[in-house]
């Protein structure tokens, strides 16, 4: 939805963090703001709204909608050029590969209300703008805060939470070193959560913004990792290595079925920047 920005005069937030200073990356103050939340201390958290409704939003939009109908203005239109969006934003964001082919792996194995953690990562950054959700809170992202090694402990969380809904939380190999020994945990518990490890053997983020920003000045972003899946055998977790999305979707598959902790590594070299279709130009 990035390009609609230089077009928006006015955005409707509907029970969402509503800072758009952020959002457009501070390029654009003048777009003006109607938030929509239950919680009154939440309308104004971020930045003063031009209008506060304080209402549920099922209830506040149902309200909405009954007045754009009586003043005949028809939804067909929009929907049609979002879908077309949507059409020309797959054919956009078509070389993000091998980072696609094991999203589309997940997410044809993951049932619609299986939860699916993105720790920071190169698969985790295109899961944002690419993985198709299907029901509320079967994303869990940390947003805008930048959590590293986050995921790991977030995956024993909700795993505890949901109980038998498969959760699988996808991991750097830097980002999954933070929380490595959570692992015990996991095993003693018998939190049957699957722990996937992208190793590109660095901190590939870092990496690239150094090759990028710092005329490939590259300090301290390689990593020397462990061997994953004898690091997991050692905490008596079943564990294997993968090298394609094809492999991968197979190793999910039976790791999802066993209802027991498992850990996939992935390996690959360094993949195509998501960023282009993160950041938002200054276009006005």
């Known amino acids: 939805m990035h390009p609609l920005w230089k077009h928006c005069d006015v955005v409707i937030v509907v029970g969402a963090r509503a800072h758009l200073p952020l959002q457009t990356w501070g390029w654009d103050d003048r777009i003006k703001l109607i938030r929509i939340d239950v919680d009154p201390t939440e309308l104004d958290r971020f930045q003063q709204p031009e209008v506060a409704i304080l209402g549920d939003s ?23 050029a979002s879908r077309g969006r949507q059409v020309q934003f797959a054919q956009d964001t078509k070389g993000l590969e091998p980072q696609l082919s094991y999203l589309r792996a997940i997410r044809d194995v993951l049932p619609d209300d299986g939860i699916l953690i993105d720790d920071l990562t190169q698969v985790g950054y295109v899961a944002r703008i690419a993985y198709p959700v299907y029901k509320p809170r079967t994303l869990i992202t940390s947003g805008f805060q930048g959590t590293l090694g986050w995921g790991v402990a977030t ?68 990593l020397l990792n462990p061997d994953f899946v004898r690091l997991g ?52």
Do not use: C
Request: charged share 25%; hydrophobic share 40%; aromatic share 6%.
């Open 58 to 80: 099922l209830a506040t939009l149902a309200a909405i909608n009954e007045q754009l109908k009586s003043r005949n203005i028809g939804a067909k239109p929009r929907i049609e």
């Open 233 to 284: 055998e050692s905490y008596g977790i079943a564990s294997q290595r993968v090298r394609s999305p094809e492999a991968f979707r197979n190793a999910l598959e039976k790791a999802i079925a066993s209802g027991e902790p498992n850990l996939i590594e992935v390996t690959f070299g360094e993949v195509p920047s998501p960023w282009p279709f993160i950041e938002l130009p200054k276009v006005r």
């Open 155 to 222: 995956a024993l969380g909700a795993k505890r939470a949901v109980g038998d809904r498969p959760v699988v939380v996808i991991s750097g190999d830097g980002g999954f070193m933070y929380n490595v020994q959570e692992l015990s945990t996991a095993v003693r518990h018998r939190i049957g959560a699957v722990f996937v490890v992208f190793n590109d053997g660095a901190f590939g983020n870092v990496k690239r913004m150094q090759q990028e920003l710092h005329g490939n000045r590259v300090i301290a972003s390689d």
